[in-house]
């Protein structure tokens, strides 16, 4: 809601695409996957050994979910595992 006010602006990729913006063209920089700011997966410790918990692990890094964001993102979103 900014954007019109500023002349240069920090945002995440979500917001970026929800103002229309394509952040593989619009950027001035984009973080890789090696970021240490990429999103993981974490539980109360203990619950790490829960079948429940391994099983949302194994879904998260399939090489199907890395095809959709690849597809679905064009590159504006890059998995990181």
């Known amino acids: 809601r900014t954007l019109d006010d500023v002349d240069i602006a ?3 990729t ?3 695409m929800n103002a229309n913006l394509n952040p593989t ?3 001035l920089v984009i973080e890789s996957k ?3 700011y990429v999103n993981i997966v974490v539980v ?4 790490q050994n829960k079948d429940s918990i ?3 692990n194994k879904a998260l890094q399939t090489q ?3 095809d959709f964001i690849a597809e679905k993102y064009k590159g504006s979103i890059v998995p990181a595992f």
């Open 64 to 66: 199907a979910l890395k």
């Open 25 to 27: 063209k619009d950027a």
């Open 14 to 16: 979500n917001f970026a």
């Open 34 to 36: 090696e970021s240490p």
């Open 44 to 47: 109360k410790d203990g619950n």
């Open 54 to 56: 391994k099983a949302l």
């Open 10 to 12: 920090v945002i995440n």
